[in-house]
């Protein structure tokens, strides 16, 4: 069965700061994988999906993540966070029937 | 816009009733989701169906009901027998339930229920 770990359930960054999120995956087939980002009291929001065209695959705001089979991860990354970067991020992993796996979740701060 | 929607944004009940939860999408997808949110664990799948009149349980089904009689509305039921119910929760869709990944989740704004 699949599964998703995220390291680290908080990671503080300082603006402008390097941002680096994350995510390892187990599944027994090849993977399609998820960042989803979520603001206090909102539903989420696709930041990227993996879906096996290209190891690096761009997002909305910034975001990049790159698949690495070797090392069964999905991390997330951005160049130089900004304030409006806090939230709590998400990564998934697909399993049959269109279900989605998440990881426990990882809260950005961001500060000043 | 097409997008889904969740009403009410807040819920209160006391203990004991039922409550239902609304969910309605114009995104013509065929498939859609409940989740339940809990600080620190995640999403967790609570009902899901891949076409109207067809649903299956996920994950923590227990206490709660669903149905699926049109396509953009499924509907989720938190009986009296759940026994901890105060949570976030999200209805989500996608295009189609059917193939193994590949297609991503669209997320409602959430409901937050809280039970006394």
């Known amino acids: 069965a699949q599964s998703v770990t995220q390291l680290g359930s908080h990671v503080s960054v300082s603006e402008g700061a390097l941002v680096l999120l994350r995510c390892n995956y187990s599944s027994s087939v090849p993977p399609y994988l998820f960042w989803y980002v979520q603001y206090p009291n909102q539903g989420l929001q696709l930041l990227l999906k993996?879906?096996?065209?290209?190891?690096l695959v761009k997002g909305i705001n910034g975001f990049e993540a790159e698949f690495k089979k070797s090392e069964t991860s999905f991390h997330l990354t951005k160049p130089s966070a900004h304030m409006s970067d806090a939230a709590e991020y998400f990564c998934?992993?697909?399993?049959?029937?269109?279900?989605?796996?998440f990881g426990q979740g990882t809260t950005l701060q961001v500060k000043p | 816009d097409g997008g889904i929607t969740q009403s009410p944004k807040y819920l209160f009940r006391k203990e004991g009733q039922n409550v239902t939860l609304s969910c309605e999408q114009n995104l013509n997808h065929d498939a859609m989701y409940w989740y339940r949110q809990d600080p620190g664990q995640g999403l967790r799948l609570i009902y899901y169906?891949?076409?109207?009149?067809?649903?299956q349980k996920g994950d923590i089904a227990e206490g709660y009901s669903v149905s699926r009689e049109k396509k953009e509305s499924f509907p989720l039921t938190v009986t009296s027998a759940q026994k901890n119910p105060t949570a976030f929760y999200l209805c989500?869709?996608?295009?189609?339930?059917?193939?193994?990944?590949?297609?991503?989740?669209?997320f409602g704004p959430g409901t937050r229920l809280t039970v006394t």
């Open positions: 993996y879906t096996s065209a290209a190891t």
């Open positions: 169906s891949q076409i109207v009149n067809d649903f």
């Open positions: 989500a869709s996608s295009p189609d339930g059917d193939r193994t990944g590949g297609y991503e989740q669209y």
């Open positions: 998934a992993v697909s399993e049959l029937k269109g279900k989605l796996i």
